[in-house]
C-alpha cells in the first residue's frame, strides 16, 4: 500500500504559477502511470496531467502549453508546475499512482485562482 501526500496548493492571483508536489512513500518506479486530477465544487474529477514510467507525458487540452508534469524517480516524488493559472482553474488537486486497475490517492491539495 503506498501513501501519497500533495503539497504546494494555495492562493495565487490569475494569470500566476504555482507548483505542486506529490510525495510518494514507496518506490514510484514501480507505478505503471503518476499523474494529477481536479475537482471543482458541483464538477467532475478531471484529468490535469498524468506521467508513466517510461516518462510518457499526458495533459488536458486546457492545460496544455501551460502546465507541466514531471517526476523525480530519486525522491519518489512527482510535481506539477502550473503557469498561467486561470480563475476556472480553482479546485481541489488529487495525485495519483496507478499499478494495473489499481489506484491510489492523496487527500488533495486546494489551488485557488483569485485577485
Known amino acids: 500500500q503506498v501513501q501519497l501526500v500533495e503539497s504546494g496548493g494555495g492562493l495565487v492571483e490569475p494569470g500566476g504559477s504555482l507548483s505542486l508536489s506529490c510525495a510518494a512513500s514507496?518506490?514510484?518506479?514501480?507505478?505503471?502511470?503518476m499523474g494529477w486530477y481536479r475537482k471543482a465544487p458541483g464538477k467532475q474529477r478531471d484529468l490535469v496531467a498524468s506521467?508513466?514510467?517510461?516518462?510518457?507525458?499526458n495533459y488536458a487540452d486546457s492545460v496544455t502549453g501551460r502546465f507541466t508534469i514531471s517526476r523525480d524517480n530519486a525522491r519518489n516524488t512527482v510535481a506539477l508546475q502550473m503557469n498561467t493559472l486561470k480563475p476556472e482553474e480553482t479546485a481541489n488537486y488529487y495525485c495519483?499512482?496507478?499499478?494495473?486497475?489499481?489506484?491510489?490517492w492523496g487527500p488533495g491539495t486546494q489551488v485557488t485562482v483569485a485577485s
Open positions: 495519483y499512482a496507478r499499478i494495473l486497475r489499481s489506484c491510489t
Open positions: 514507496r518506490n514510484i518506479s514501480e507505478f505503471n502511470d
Open positions: 506521467i508513466n514510467v517510461g516518462g510518457k507525458t
